[in-house]
Nanobody
Framework: QEQLVESGGGLVQPGGSLRLSCAASGMIFSRRTWGWYRQGLGKQRELIAY??????YVDSFVKGRFVIARDNAKNMVYLEMSDLKPEDTGVYYC?????????WGQGTQVTVSS
């Protein structure tokens, strides 16, 4: 059974950093392109970055602040977030990208606030 489990979120002050992790199981991980999505309060879930052979940052607001990476040996996807801003607040999910194909995990909440 395909499963995604996100972790690493939390409450952080503006300018702070977090590292999100996504563990994928029940699938052939290495053949897929993986992405991180964000859903702000009252907003639709949106793709912010994805990685196949190279990283692509869909959301220009995160360029230079976020780094997406994958580890095929561990079936993991990461999102290193730095210089966090209140606008980055939301629930973060991983899934295949640019089109999601797997049942969503529970996500991990990121709150940027002073």
């Amino acid at each position: 059974q395909e499963q995604l489990v996100e972790s690493g979120g939390g409450l952080v002050q503006p300018g702070g950093s977090l590292r999100l992790s996504c563990a994928a199981s029940g699938m052939i991980f290495s053949r897929r392109t993986w992405g991180w999505y964000r859903q702000g309060l009252g907003k639709q879930r949106e793709l912010i970055a994805y990685v196949g052979n190279i990283p692509i940052y869909v959301d220009s607001f995160v360029k230079g602040r976020f780094v997406i990476a994958r580890d095929n040996a561990k079936n993991m996807v990461y999102l290193e977030m730095s210089d966090l801003k209140p606008e980055d607040t939301g629930v973060y999910y991983c899934n295949t990208a640019p089109d999601w194909e797997i049942q969503w995990g529970q996500g991990t909440q990121v709150t940027v606030s002073s």
